[in-house]
Every structure is written in structure tokens, then in C-alpha cells.
């Protein structure tokens, strides 16, 4: 079984290349995030083509996550418990969706940003990711053996190796000490990031950012992970970064993050 992350920023903009992903590298489950579309605006009628099943959260033209899958889409669940909303009046973001796939509870998560250190969306981020923690250690707690995937873009660089330059991102959000020990959070309940393990080379990103040439420049961020319950983390038998998937016209700026279970 394969599953699979992709920040695809814009589902209407790229469904001809996250169809061509799944066929060409044997995806059974993609998580996607950055839809940036409404639930009616989803392209549903591609996917089903290509024998996918999808769950899709979107309210608005920003935000957005879904689950496509081949091998089931069971017991769809949006946001997570005590998953907090931003602005005022306070409003739900897009930004968590879950169904179990083939036995596997498998989460999209798109990580509020935090714009800056100091403005009200890095404090809502931090709460986010606190949140989450909670109902992640509660799950576990539960179950020690659910087949739980927390995948998506996390918008946290955990390590300084993680950035193409520290400091570049002095003084900047991503890298702070209190994201990077939120991320760490989820380590210590018991969730292992599953990927690191298996793309350790220097200059491993997942993100480049659209301007000052950063793609070809290989100054990238890793920021997109797949934190697995203990139960699945021992199934991984590898995982890649399909970098290729930057390439080219029309790329997302974020490229897939495919992991392999037995």
C-alpha cells in the first residue's frame, strides 16, 4: 500500500498532474492539501475516472484538504476535537479532514502558517498544533494499536538542516523554538516521522518558494511530513520525495512525499 502527501496548491489548477502522480507512481491514498476551492468547485469527476474515492473540506478559495483513495474511504471526519477556528468573529478554517483507508486513519492536515512571529495567526498556530496534540495522544491512549497517518504540510522546519539557509530565517516563523517544539510534541506522544529515515541527504526539501529562482537554486524548506502511530510506523518499508513533481509548468510549489507500507 502507498500513501502519499502533496500540498497541491490549487486542485483545479494541477488535476492533470496529481492524475498523472497517482497513475504513473502507483498512489493508493493521497492526501492533498491547499485545494483552494469549495467542495461543489472540486474537479470529483477526474478522480472517480481514475478509480479514486474523495473526501474534500473546502470552504473558500483559500485553504482546503481532501483524501482521495482506491482502497476505501470510511467514517469521513472534519477537523479534529477542540480543533480551533482564527479571525473575528472566530471562523473554522479548512484545515484537517480524516477517513480510514484500507484499515489505515489517514489525516490531511494543512498547519496554519503563522505569517509572522508575534501576529495573532503564529499564536493560532501554536494553539492548532496543541489541539492536535491532544486528540493525537488521546487516540493513542484509546488504541495503542490504531494505523494512524498524520500527513501534510506542517509549515514547520523541525531542524536547522531542514532550511537552505538558518539564517535566512532568523527572526522568521517555521523555524522558532516554539513550532519546532510543538513538532516535537508529536515525536514524544509517539508518533515517528517515517520519512526522514529514508531521505536523509543534505539538501532534502519538500517546499520551494516561486520566486528568486529557489527551485533551481536548491534553497528549499522541508516541511511536509508523515508522522505514523507506532502501529504503522513499523508496516514502512521506505519512503521518497518525488522532487520531479516541482518541475516543470504549472508545478505546486510543494512536492509529493510518497511512503511505502508492507
Not at 133 to 146: M, Q, V
Not at 167 to 180: C, D, L, M, S
Request: charged fraction near 25%; include cysteine; proline fraction near 5%.
Amino acid at each position: 500500500m502507498r500513501i502519499a502527501t502533496w500540498n497541491v496548491n490549487s486542485i483545479r489548477t494541477r488535476v492533470d498532474r496529481v492524475i498523472a502522480f497517482l497513475e504513473r507512481g502507483d498512489v493508493d491514498v493521497l492526501a492533498m492539501q491547499e485545494t483552494k476551492c469549495k467542495d461543489e468547485q472540486f474537479p470529483m469527476a477526474r478522480f472517480e475516472e481514475a478509480g479514486y474515492e474523495v473526501a474534500h473540506h473546502g470552504l473558500n478559495q483559500w485553504n482546503g484538504v481532501a483524501i482521495a483513495s482506491r482502497v476505501g474511504l470510511e467514517d469521513v471526519q472534519i477537523g479534529f476535537e477542540d480543533m480551533p477556528g482564527f479571525g473575528d468573529p472566530i471562523a473554522a478554517e479548512a484545515r484537517a479532514i480524516a477517513a480510514t483507508c484500507d484499515g489505515v486513519r489517514m489525516w490531511s492536515l494543512y498547519v496554519p502558517n503563522g505569517r509572522e512571529i508575534g501576529h495573532p495567526h503564529y499564536e493560532y498556530k501554536l494553539d492548532w498544533l496543541a489541539a492536535l496534540r491532544a486528540d493525537g495522544e488521546k487516540w493513542l491512549t484509546e488504541n495503542p494499536e490504531a494505523q494512524i497517518a498524520l500527513t501534510g504540510d506542517w509549515n514547520i522546519a523541525p531542524r536547522d538542516e531542514d532550511v537552505w539557509d538558518p539564517a535566512f530565517f532568523e527572526g522568521k516563523t517555521h523555524v522558532t523554538q516554539p513550532e519546532r517544539d510543538a513538532f516535537q510534541a508529536m515525536i514524544d506522544t509517539g508518533y515517528a516521522d517515517v520519512v526522514r529515515p529514508h531521505t536523509n541527504e543534505p539538501r532534502t526539501y519538500t517546499y520551494w518558494d516561486y520566486t528568486q529562482l529557489r527551485f533551481p537554486k536548491k534553497q528549499g524548506m522541508r516541511i511536509d511530513f508523515a508522522l505514523c502511530s507506532p502501529a504503522l510506523a513499523g508496516r514502512v518499508q521506505g519512503a521518497v520525495i518525488d522532487r520531479d513533481e516541482r518541475k516543470g509548468k504549472g508545478a505546486s510549489d510543494h512536492a509529493p512525499v510518497i511512503v511505502q507500507l508492507d
